[in-house]
């Protein structure tokens, strides 16, 4: 099966220029200015096959918006070249549009003043959606978005999490098979964040929409995403499993290990020589630290059960946010920002 | 035939929003008729006392501003978006959304808000019409109907089509200076005889921003004025001309917001 959406060195160059201070400033820069380039999306290529859920996350600035407005339509590339849907999304933008759903979470598609279900049906009219397919989905919606609760409400007196859930409900209305989202879960409540994620796992796996997703959540991924593509400075930097990128990543692995009695924290010691760290947590309880190139954590874990023992063994997992703060801080993964990362997909 | 059903669909949904605030609604009623009230109490108080000015009587002054609301409130009743599209569509980024929706984005902008209170005036024209007609010896029988509506369309279109171009200006700059403002107000200076205008004023209004189309020559051919037959067919052809501009204005602006993002 052909990808849904593929992207071939895609730039974006913004031109912008440093404003003068002052009236004089303003005056000066009417007939003379100093433009600077900026590049917000620097070569990024990929492609996303059918039914996939991506996410996209990388930090403030790093192009993800300006990224998600060129896959919709509306930027236009300074180079490169997207096929999405079989379209080229800012030709051929107005019947591209009826192919994708796009959320911005921080922005509602929904008409203020009005009822949510009169938006519902303007959008009916706008996609051409026939009587009895809308109504379908929207009583499928229901039941897990609850829907029907606020359907007549304005769009204004809704709470943050129920007009995420409408606005969600609003871009999948035409069925489209490619969803963009732009930060879905910003601002919300674990309730309603579960309601949304439950909601899209459904939609992905009944009708296999193909999901692109920016969030700076890091459980949005970790409960929806098989793939995620960290972008910064405009670049690709990781694209791939997230298990993958953790493995990558923990260059330290920690193993808790509670003892049976006191005496056994001799026998723990000897493995101190063996490039192993070990730390004292209390009397009974010591974290072993070691680099997972060395040792072998499941060797490791064989020999400290023959060999010492113990109540209880823990491998402490690393958090995601700690994985993800690492690279973007640039302690992880700058250095091979040009080629392919390990690990990461062909 | 599918735009004409969503723009009723737009039209009905945002009728709806209106009427849920009732008092606001109400208020800008009232306030719109009082206005209209008004612009024909000055015309009275401007012209009442002169017999003929320029070969135009009263009546037919009065006539004239009468049939100059119908264009007009039309216009006004799509233009709303126009006077907020720079502040609420390019600097609030709502445009964005405009772009994704497979509409024609000038549908979207001139079909999404009405400012329905302008039907107000319209009602107000048919009245003067109606009250004057006879006195300047107009007969309201259907061919005069049929070409007031062609007339209140092409008029109401050829304003649409000026300030759409200039508010697309706003695609690549904002309008600090304001130019809309004044241009808005000229409008008014074409509905009344161009010929108590000095020629220069004439010159603009008919060649340049050719206010004068939408209200005073179609209404001087009405009349039966000298001349005034080439001009009444000239109208569809400025209209024509003016509409193609604006279009293509707008879709150049379209395209530059899409380069620049902003």
């Given at each position: 099966m052909p990808p849904v959406v593929e992207v071939e060195n895609l730039v974006k160059d913004f031109r912008t220029f440093d404003r003068r201070e002052g009236v004089w400033g303003a005056i000066q820069d009417l007939y003379s200015r100093r433009y600077r380039n900026f590049r917000a999306v620097d070569n990024v290529s990929f492609s996303i096959g059918q039914g996939e859920m991506v996410g996209y996350i990388g930090p403030n600035g790093a192009g993800k918006s300006t990224s998600i407005k060129m896959l919709t339509g509306i930027l236009v590339p300074s180079s490169g070249r997207i096929a999405a849907n079989g379209f080229s999304p800012w030709r051929e933008r107005t019947r591209y549009a009826r192919t994708i759903g796009v959320v911005f979470g921080q922005r509602t598609q929904l008409w203020w003043d009005i009822g949510v279900v009169e938006s519902f049906r303007l959008l009916q009219k706008i996609y051409e959606i026939p009587q009895a397919e809308y109504e379908h989905r929207l009583s499928k919606f229901d039941e897990v978005l609850e829907l029907k609760r606020y359907l007549h409400t304005p769009v204004r007196k809704l709470s943050l999490g129920e007009r995420m859930r409408c606005d969600v409900a609003a871009a999948l209305l035409h069925n489209p098979p490619l969803l963009f989202l732009d930060?879905?879960?910003?601002?919300?409540?674990i309730v309603a964040k579960e309601s949304i994620r439950t909601f899209l796992k459904e939609v992905n796996r009944e009708n296999g929409t193909t999901m692109l997703l920016t969030t700076h959540d890091l459980s949005d991924i970790e409960e929806l995403c098989h793939r995620l593509m960290i972008i910064d400075h405009g670049r690709v930097l990781y694209d791939g499993g997230l298990p993958e990128l953790k493995r990558m990543l923990w260059e330290e692995s920690t193993l808790k290990v509670d003892l049976r009695d006191r005496d056994q924290a001799a026998q723990l010691a000897v493995f101190s020589m063996e490039g192993v760290g070990v730390e004292r947590v209390d009397e009974l309880s010591y974290r072993l630290r070691f680099r997972r190139e060395e040792v072998q954590p499941a060797e490791l874990i064989r020999r400290i059960v023959n060999e010492v023992q113990v109540l209880d063994l823990t491998m402490e997992e690393q958090p995601i946010e700690e994985v993800v703060r690492r690279i973007y801080t640039g302690e992880a993964l700058h250095d091979d920002a040009h080629g392919t990362p390990e690990n990461a997909r062909p | 035939m599918r735009t004409l059903s969503l723009i009723w669909q737009y039209f009905v949904q945002y009728s709806k929003v209106r009427l849920a605030y009732r008092g606001d609604f109400l208020t800008s009623v009232i306030t719109t008729m009082f206005g209209a009230v008004a612009g024909i109490a000055a015309v009275y108080l401007i012209f009442h006392r002169a017999p003929l000015i320029h070969g135009w009587s009263f009546d037919e002054i009065l006539f004239l501003y009468g049939f100059g609301l119908l264009p007009l409130s039309l216009f006004n009743l799509l233009s709303i978006n126009l006077y907020f599209f720079s502040e609420v569509y390019i600097v609030q980024g709502k445009f964005d959304r405009v772009l994704l929706r497979p509409v024609h984005t000038l549908v979207q902008i001139l079909f999404e808000q009405f400012r329905i209170e302008a039907l107000g005036d319209t009602a107000l024209g048919l009245a003067v019409l109606w009250a004057t007609a006879p006195k300047v010896g107009i007969a309201l029988d259907l061919r005069f109907w049929l070409l007031a509506i062609v007339f209140t369309v092409l008029g109401a279109t050829l304003y649409l089509a000026i300030f759409l171009s200039l508010t697309a200006v706003s695609f690549w700059m904002e309008d600090r200076v304001g130019i809309i403002p004044p241009i808005y107000n000229m409008m008014a200076f074409g509905r009344y005889p161009l010929d108590i205008y000095g020629t220069p004023i004439k010159l603009m209004l008919s060649w340049v921003i050719p206010f004068g189309f939408a209200g005073f020559y179609p209404v001087a051919y009405l009349l039966g004025k000298e001349g005034m037959l080439l001009f009444a067919w000239l109208l569809p052809v400025v209209t024509a001309c003016f509409l193609a501009l604006a279009v293509l204005v707008w879709n150049r602006g379209v395209r530059n917001y899409s380069s620049t993002g902003s």
């Open positions: 930060e879905p879960t910003i601002g919300l409540d | -």
